[in-house]
């Protein structure tokens, strides 16, 4: 069924408040209290969600306890297959409803969200995969007498999922996917800014089939519930994707039990065009590696580093294509560039548009909150390519999280390479060459999670994504993302 997201008329919105799902039931915060979820892009309310807190957490990390140490530990690699390919099913069947929930609760252009199906079926799919691909070890040892050694591979336990708002389906998939695989439970908890989808994929997952207890999805805010689970003694591990800031945090809370951790964290990606590049390609390339999402892409390339010969040609036509991107409602189907996900972000975003000029970086296009006809009442920044970027300012170092470029002329490769490194992050970073030994020298030379050469932000459920330096460590995608929720055990016998 296609719903009519400009009306916000949609299955999932039927005016009650959302309630969180603890141990496979529907309930209300133990405090009783809810938050508002508005669509950005009209500053309308969607739903009442349920606000959980620190009790609220404690009750859904106690059922995913449970969960773990009850039937659910009986499951065969096959049966959390199963479940996962009835899950991936439900997706399906349900994508247009999913990508439409996501538009409306932050923003992002219907095409982006809808283009993100086979993105999502992939990801359930390759976990339904790994589910009956986990293995430990036989391992010649070389101990006097007969000894048989093995390792075994066993679930972690009871996962603490923290997810930003900037991609709430596929965050969410991308945390109960290797949870389902490898027979961990979960306690999600989403973003405050878009709840609606991963409460909708609690939905689907109770309708496949997941024994009650195993995946649990507590929204509210980080201060609250999001720090409760992180500190957690139940907790075995969390998963946690969002700012270095909160980052930082999420690992001094861990410190209580000594929880494992991933973090996927943020960026400052470094996009290097060379002057022998396909330019016609490039272009566009830089501009949706910043533009894509209205920034909000944790891999952004947006420290555009040209090369100075080429450097006025093409930021003027990165600028050009920027401006020719449709801002706008996201659930029009024309809308390219849809508005940021709250107020909060939009100052933030501002705030770094007059710290640019404040700098002396010059705005080749955009630079400016849109206000005029039905932007006025939603969050809107237009694409801002920002010339003569030196990389010491601000808008150089730190992540903006908004649809703006900082473009840095450089002059050869040795340089280019040192000033791409200069950051505290190390997440994406794009070139744009037809010099196949300038490409591999700077795909080997980049400190960065990914490289994309000649594209950027390519995904697969089979490759690994994550970070290097302050963009966290861990990975999600790939089999290193099961490894992740994966404990080794040695496993010795004295045989004579
Ligand atoms: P954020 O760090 O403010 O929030 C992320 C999540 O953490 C939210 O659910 C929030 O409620 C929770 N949280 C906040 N304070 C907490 C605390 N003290 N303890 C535990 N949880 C807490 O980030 P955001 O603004 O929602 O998202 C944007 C950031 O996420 C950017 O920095 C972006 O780069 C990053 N991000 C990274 C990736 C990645 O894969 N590397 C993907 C998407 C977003």
Redesign the pocket.
């Known amino acids: 069924m296609t719903v009519d997201v400009r009306t916000a008329r949609h299955p999932f919105l039927d005016g009650k408040a959302k309630r969180m799902l603890i141990d496979g039931k529907w309930v209300e915060a133990a405090s009783g209290k809810t938050f508002d979820t508005i669509n950005p892009a009209t500053g309308e309310v969607l739903a009442a969600v349920a606000e959980g807190d620190a009790e609220d957490i404690d009750r859904a990390v106690a059922a995913a306890r449970r969960a773990f140490e009850g039937p659910w530990a009986k499951f065969k690699p096959y049966e959390r297959q199963n479940l996962l390919l009835k899950l991936a099913a439900l997706v399906e069947a349900h994508f247009d409803e999913l990508a439409e929930l996501d538009t409306l609760d932050m923003g992002a252009p219907i095409r982006r969200t809808k283009g993100g199906r086979q993105r999502a079926l992939g990801m359930l799919r390759y976990y339904a995969g790994q589910a009956t691909a986990i293995h430990g070890e036989t391992i010649e040892n070389s101990l006097p007498g007969e000894y048989v050694s093995f390792t075994l591979k066993e679930p972690v336990g009871v996962v603490g999922a ?6 709430p389906l596929g ?1 969410t998939i991308w945390k109960l996917g290797p949870a389902l695989a490898t027979g961990c439970t979960v306690v999600l ?5 878009a709840p609606l989808t991963p409460l909708r994929m609690g939905e689907l997952c109770l309708q496949a089939g997941v024994p009650p207890g195993v995946v649990n999805i507590v929204p ?4 609250t ?3 409760a ?2 500190r957690h003694a139940g907790v075995d591990k969390v998963a ?8 930082q ?2 690992v001094e ?1 861990s410190a209580g039990n000594l929880k494992r951790l991933s973090l ?4 400052k990606s470094p996009d290097v065009v060379f002057a022998d590049a396909d330019l016609e390609a490039a272009a566009p390339g830089a501009g949706m590696a910043v533009f894509a999402n209205s920034g ?4 952004a390339g947006t420290r555009l580093f040209v090369e100075r010969r080429i450097y006025d040609e093409f930021t003027e036509r990165v600028a050009a294509y920027g401006r020719s991107l449709r801002v706008g409602d996201g659930s029009d189907p024309q809308t390219e560039v849809g508005p940021l996900v709250s107020e909060a ?1 939009l100052e933030r975003v501002t705030g770094y548009l007059a710290t640019g000029r404040q700098e002396g970086a010059r705005p080749l296009s955009g630079g400016e909150r849109l206000t005029e006809g039905a932007l006025a009442s939603g969050y809107f920044v237009p694409p801002t390519v920002f010339a003569d970027v030196r990389d010491t300012m601000r808008i150089a170092q730190e ?1 903006i ?1 908004g649809p703006v470029i900082s473009a840095i002329p450089f002059t050869d490769i040795e340089e280019v390479i040192r000033r791409a490194n200069a950051t505290t992050f190390g ?1 994406g970073s794009g070139v744009w060459t037809r010099d196949v030994g300038k490409a591999h020298r700077l795909a080997r030379a980049i400190r960065a999670g990914s490289v994309w050469i000649n594209c950027y932000q390519a995904m697969d459920p089979a490759m690994p ?3 290097y330096k302050m ?2 460590y861990g990975r ?1 995608g790939g089999k290193q993302h099961v490894e992740e929720y994966l404990n080794v055990k040695a496993v010795w016998i004295r045989t004579a």
């Open positions: 923290i997810i930003p708002w900037n991609g965050a908890k989403p973003a405050e800014e509210g805010y980080g201060e519930a999001g720090a689970l992180a946690f994707t969002g700012s270095h800031l909160t980052g945090k999420v809370a996927e964290l943020g960026g909000q892409i944790c891999s972000q992540e999280f997440l994504f994550g970070g963009s966290g999600e």
